[in-house]
Each structure stands twice: as structure tokens, then as C-alpha cells.
């Protein structure tokens, strides 16, 4: 919503015409719609607030990172998606303050107020680098858009300063990517590079051999993909061993720049392109609702979702802590905030037609991860599947849970074109960041062959050419 300067708009929980309880849900991803559609028939008017103004299939965000996809490809304008629904209005907005007390929220800087009856926060999550912000410009993650075209733009250009630079030391440096943290979506990075560097630039460069690059996966605990079967971890970490993926298991990041990483070890790996995959930090709306937050920031909620002490708030998706009866916290997963969000629209409506509340029960739909072509791991129920199987399920079972049959057709396409040529049709670099991450890396390299930077460590050597 635009407001003048100087002029604060409130957005009213009744109205004389419209007397139907007010909720408000903060978020537009997964949680936060599903909560919205399931509410489509309730008795309700819905404002659905949300920084961006789509909806953003999160687990493809790596293929758009890596030149795979195009962001339109795994998003879909909200508005769209809730162009039917009589009862929700969206508003494209930054949540800055919530009040409990008053029963509403502040938008964009206290140009816009919000009222409301029942609110449910699903603002999501951030990465968490443990204490060290500052790793962030170095190390991006991958939860936005604009994360991931800032990780595709890095990892294309480290190509095109390698084929420029003239120290072997330096191009070294340039070809190696590290990846911290052996989640999904570490794995899944990590087991993708080799097919970029050996089919897809294969012969795109004069003085460089791209498959000579080296991926280096860093993971603090036992094994890889942890949250999985260890029998899974074990078959994903061979799949990646076989990719050429060097794989460091009980290994931790103490230090993080523009030349590399150190670890816990003491050994420094030179490396211009690092990519952060090791953990989450809740949304810093939870901080606001002055009620205990676990490690993560993530808001504590009572069984029923809502957020203890305030009934008529609901803590849904990423940003809410739920045990379930292994003692361990629901997973961050688009299916787990999926049946949060219908949940929390439940209890309304069990609120609203004056029947008891119920308490949350998480139903884990399966565990699925891709390494490569043709590799993949999968943990349904009882059920265990690796390799072909395995992948196969995989895609289809994100192509079924994209939202928008135009995006399932285009991502259908765009994989079928990859699967046939090994090509990737946006491998786009663009923006002024590009040029200047070019002329730093070229910067660089003649500070180091003018004795100005002192190369205290030697580079990781790289695979001879084939």
C-alpha cells in the first residue's frame, strides 16, 4: 500500500458493511497461503502481507542458481494465485513492528497500521552464520531471488576471470568452490557443479579447462544430508564422491574473506567463490512477540500453533518451533508449512463455529534429495530409494508441487532441453555487480603478481586435464 509523505493509513479490522473477523497473515510462502486457501470459505476477510509480490518455490531455487531456471519459472505472483478467493486482498509491504497489546501491525516505516483479530506470522527465515554476519557478503545463501541470481552471477564469473587471469595459482583459486553445510541444498549444489564444468562449458573457453574445477563440500557433523537415513547420507555422500566432489565430514569454518576459508584445523583453502548452506535463523518478527524463542530464533508455540499467552496469534512455517514426539523440531520443509498453515486456518474456524481447539500433528510425507543426473535419494515411510528411482521421483514430485500449471509445463520443458543438450539457457550475467566483482578479481591477481598481497597458502591443487 502507498502512502503520502507524513501520512499514516489505518487499515481497519471491521467496517459497518463488513463485520466478519479480520485475519492477517504475514508471509506469502508456503505457510503463510496455505493458511489463505484454506480459509477461502470461512466467514472471514483476509490481508495477506508480504515484502515481495510472489510466491517462490523455494527447493528449485538452486537451479536458478545454477543457470538451470529462470526466476519466473518457480514463482508466481500472489495476487494470481489468490485472484479467485472474494475474501483475501494482498498488500505488498515491509512488516516493521507488531503489537500485541493494540492488536496491530506497522507497515513500511509507520506509513501503514494494521488491525487485526487473528494474526499468523509466517515471515520465514533468514541463513544463520553463527555468530558472523559479516560472512555473508562473502558467502551468500540461497532463500530469495536475489539470492540466487547473486550465486549464478558469482559462480559464471569466476569462469570468466579465470580465462583472463595469467598466475596458475590465482585461476586455481578461481575454479575452486566451496560449499559450507551438506543440507539439501548443499548436496544438491555441490552435485550439480560437476555436470556444469564438464558437459555444459565444456568448450565455452580458449585458456581455461573447466571440468578441472573443484567442488569442496564442508559439513560440521558425521555425514551428509543429516537430517535423512544414515543409510541415505552414506549413498548421497558416495554419489558425490564419484562426482569428483570432495567431501570434508566434522569439518568447521572458524574464518571466511574475499581470498577463502579457514578451518578448524588450521588448513586454508583459496577459493574467490564460497557458497553458505549450514543452517537457519528465524525471521526477527518472532523477536517481537516477547515470548521464548529456541536457538534459532524460532518463536516456541503451544500445540495448537498459536503463540503462548495470545490466542488469536499463530507462529506457521519457518518461523515456528513444533516438537513432534521424536523430541526433535518439525522440519523447515514446504510440506511441514503447508500443514501448519492449514492448520492454523483450522483453528480459526473451529474458533469461529465455537468447537474446541486441536493440537498439531506433523505427517512427514518423505525425505527427497537430488545429487546429480540419475542420482538421487529418497525416504518415504518405511520405503528407501537411490539412484534412477529415486530421481525420477524426485521430479515429479516437484513438478507437481509448483504452483501454476504454467510453471509446471516451462520447468518440464527447460528440464527435458537440459536432460537432452546438457545446455542451460540463462546463464545471463548481468547488473553493474558483475563488472566491478570482474575488476576486483582482476585487481587482485595484480596485487599478488606485484608482491602487494602475500599468498601465505598455497592453493588446493586441481585435477591434471584429461
Known sequence: MQAEPNTSTRITSTHAADP??????????????????????????????????????????????MAVLNPADITVPIRWLLRHQNNATVIMAEVEQIDLEQHTITLDGGTSTVDWDYLLVASGARHAYFGHPEWESN???????????????????????????????????????????????GVELAGMIPEITRKTLKHDFRRIDPSRARVILVEGGPRVLP???????????KDLDDLGVDVRLNTVVTGLDDDGVTLASGERILAHTVFWGAGNQASPLGAQLGVPLDRAGRVVVDTDLSVPGHRTVFAIGDIA???????????????????????????IMRDLSQQPRVSFTYFNKGDLATIG?????????????????AWVTWLFVHIMYLAGFRNRITVFVQWAYQFITYQRGVRLITGTTAHRLLKTSRAHELQRSRGLVE????????????
Open 321 to 347: 518451533s513444533v516438537m513432534i514426539a521424536t523430541d526433535r523440531p518439525v522440519p523447515a520443509v514446504a510440506p511441514a508449512a503447508n500443514q501448519m498453515g492449514a492448520h492454523a486456518a483450522r483453528m
Open 373 to 389: 543426473r540419475y542420482r538421487a535419494v529418497a525416504a518415504i515411510g518405511k520405503v528407501r530409494l537411490t539412484g534412477v528411482f
Open 139 to 185: 558467502a551468500p545463501g540461497l532463500k530469495s531471488i536475489e539470492d540466487a541470481l547473486e550465486m549464478r552471477r558469482r559462480f559464471l564469473l569466476s569462469f570468466e576471470a579465470a580465462e583472463r587471469a595469467s598466475a596458475a595459482g590465482e585461476r586455481d583459486a578461481l575454479l575452486t568452490f566451496v560449499i559450507v553445510g551438506a543440507g539439501p541444498t
Open 20 to 65: 466478519r473477523p479480520h485475519v492477517v497473515i504475514v508471509g506469502g510462502g508456503f505457510a503463510g497461503l496455505s493458511a489463505a486457501r484454506a480459509l477461502t470459505k470461512a466467514n472471514v476477510r483476509i490481508t495477506l502481507i508480504d515484502r515481495t509480490n510472489h510466491h517462490l518455490f523455494q527447493p528449485l531455487l538452486y537451479q536458478v542458481a
Open 455 to 466: 599468498p601465505d597458502v598455497v592453493a588446493p591443487s586441481l585435477p591434471p586435464r584429461s
Open 227 to 237: 537430517t535423512f537415513p544414515e543409510e541415505l547420507s552414506t549413498r548421497a555422500g
